[in-house]
């Protein structure tokens, strides 16, 4: 399932630099999920969205971070004025429309921040 | 708000030993469950999934799960653990809602 495309896949930014993260989903896949990685702590649900809409940002910190997935292009992740905390592998996953498919998910390899 | 739990953060097994992988939801409805496995140095991948029927859930390379409503848990199992099952595993869940939630993760070290 390489179908999931994320880029870049490693990104160093200074801290009070803005980082972008995009997400392409696999061909037919129209929802996309972020989730965030730390040692220790497994994967933190971030975002849920469709073509244009965000469906669930329970997990999105309130300041710096936001998320789009436009009807055109990838879906991308943007934490403005990053600080060292946000050193992390930042996963997107897609998966289908089909509600009894949806859930089973298809992981990029991540995109690698680390904050100097 | 959905949540769940993975009791063993790192095993160690030696080879042709059983495994249990224990995991626990939280959840007041309905859901789906999942297993994915990230063997090292690449992506997530399913292992196995519950939606419904049979609460026993038979996956690749011979994994298997038992999802026990009454206990809230889902248990990944394989009898005889090889060394390239070293990786680490994690136990999923969907509610209504269609946000999906994973668990901490356990790492699993197989000795030959």
């Known amino acids: 399932n390489a179908g999931v495309m994320q880029n870049p896949r490693h990104l160093v930014r200074r801290r009070g630099q803005e980082a972008r993260l995009r997400c392409s989903p696999m061909?037919?896949?129209?929802?996309v999920y972020w989730y965030r990685q730390l040692p220790e702590e497994g994967l933190k649900f971030m975002v849920y969205l469709q073509k244009e809409n965000i469906i669930d940002e329970s997990g999105m910190p309130k300041e710096r971070f936001s998320a789009e997935f436009p009807k055109e292009g990838p879906s991308i992740l943007r934490i403005q004025q990053v600080v060292r905390g946000d050193s992390a592998a930042y996963f997107c996953?897609?998966?289908?429309?089909?509600?009894?498919?949806?859930?089973?998910?298809?992981f990029g390899e991540g995109s690698r921040l680390t904050v100097l | 708000a959905q949540s769940v739990s993975q009791h063993n953060h790192h095993v160690i097994l030696s080879e042709a030993a059983s495994l249990e992988l224990g995991c626990n939801y939280s959840y007041g409805g309905t859901v789906n469950l999942f297993w994915y496995v990230q063997y090292p140095g690449q992506h997530l991948q399913l292992l196995l999934k519950?939606?419904?029927?049979?609460?026993l859930v038979k996956g690749i390379k011979g994994f298997e799960a038992e999802f026990i409503k009454s206990k809230f848990s889902f248990n990944l199992r394989k009898p005889s653990v090889q060394w390239s099952d070293t990786a680490e595993y994690f136990c999923a869940v969907r509610g209504l809602s269609q946000k999906v939630t994973f668990g901490t993760g356990t790492k699993l070290q197989v000795i030959p």
């Open positions: 061909k037919g896949h129209s929802h």
């Open positions: 996953a897609s998966s289908e429309p089909n509600r009894e498919r949806t859930g089973e998910l298809f």
């Open positions: 519950y939606f419904s029927g049979d609460p």
